[in-house]
Antibody, heavy 125, light 106 residues
């Protein structure tokens, strides 16, 4: 059974750096084909993909946010960490991590078949 | 950048068929998937690889994808299907989500 859970601050100030941790079970991020992604959703708005890390440490970022994002993995702790710099009130959102399942073995596409519960991050002074 | 366009809202009567579209340039050449999100809950995958249903998703959910449009169809819509629905595809190595469609069952 795959589960994921996000953790991190609920409130950050403008210009600060946000660090979120996704702790998961039921799979290993070092297993060939595995990927873990981060997606956010501002209140009442659409989902927005942020970043994805693959089993081989390949990392992909949203082009519009690439300069502010870093995604890393800690295989021994079953964790994936996302950092986002220079936070702004428009970054207020629920942040989700999710397990990515590829369409074929080793592919760099796929779908998010398991999601965490999400964590609401508010950016305010 | 690649965009996926969905209608903001769709209404359907209970027991009828609901169709939610997702449009993107040559979307039919890519795989599309769909997520259902109810208020206060995380998204749930309901269709992947255009037409496949994950385990536990009712048979009334189906999908298609051709040309520039992917479609999520809910046959015999039930009140419990009222939710937001998001399509998703890939553009090169990037994940793209549609803007979401609010399905109202009335």
């Amino acid at each position: 059974q795959i589960t994921l859970k996000e953790s991190g601050p609920t409130l950050v100030k403008p210009t600060q750096t946000l660090t979120l941790t996704c702790t998961f079970s039921g799979f290993s991020v070092s297993t060939s084909g595995v990927g873990v992604g981060w997606i956010r959703q501002p209140p009442g708005k659409a989902l927005e993909w942020l970043a994805l890390i693959y089993w081989d440490d390949d990392r992909r970022y949203s082009p519009s946010l690439k300069s502010r994002l870093t995604i890393t993995k800690d295989t021994s702790r079953n964790q994936v960490v996302l950092t986002m710099t220079n936070m702004d009130p428009v970054d207020t959102a629920t942040y989700y991590c999710a397990h990515r399942h590829g369409y074929s073995y080793g592919s760099r596409d796929g779908y998010f078949d398991h999601w965490g519960q999400g964590t609401l991050v508010t950016v305010s002074s | 950048s690649y965009e996926l366009t969905q209608p903001p809202s769709v209404s359907v009567s209970p027991g009828q068929t609901a169709s939610i579209t997702c449009s993107g340039d040559k979307l039919g050449d890519k795989y599309a998937c769909w997520y259902q999100q109810k208020p206060g809950q995380s998204p749930v995958l309901v269709i992947y690889q255009d037409t496949k249903r994950p385990s536990g998703i009712p048979e009334r959910f189906s999908g298609s994808n051709s040309g520039n449009t992917a479609t999520l169809t809910i046959s015999g819509t039930q009140a419990m299907d009222e939710a937001d629905y998001f399509c998703q595809a890939w553009d090169s190595s990037n994940v793209v989500f549609g803007g979401g469609t609010k399905l109202t069952v009335l």
